[in-house]
């Protein structure tokens, strides 16, 4: 059974920084891209970063040069590190990992 747990959201001024990790079981994260996703309210979930397997990222455009995307093989957990928050940025963060998708958490940018 595939679970996918992602934790480390919450509120945080904008300019501010979090750090969304994704921890993995019943599949192994170093043999599967993983995709960040996030869905703000009344909006379309979005795909924001992508690790592959080979450990290649690509951000959306919004992203590029703020968000980084990492994989720890030995927790079996992926991270998106997230700097210089707008508060465009306020969304529930996804992972997934083929077809498997996590719950989200909650990022909120706001003074």
């Known amino acids: 059974q595939v679970q996918l747990v992602e934790s480390g959201g919450g509120l945080v001024q904008p300019g501010g920084s979090l750090r969304l990790s994704c921890a993995a079981s019943?599949?192994?994260?170093?043999?599967?891209?993983m995709g960040w996703y996030r869905q703000a309210p009344g909006k379309q979930r979005e795909w924001v970063a992508t690790i592959t397997s080979g450990g290649n990222t690509n951000y959306v455009d919004s992203g590029k040069g703020r968000f980084t995307a990492s994989r720890d093989n030995a927790k079996n957990t992926g991270y998106l590190q997230m700097n210089s928050l707008k508060p465009e940025d306020t969304a529930v963060y996804y992972c997934r990992v083929i077809e498997f998708w996590g719950r989200g958490t909650q990022v909120t940018v706001s003074s």
């Open positions: 019943g599949v192994i994260l170093s043999g599967n891209p």
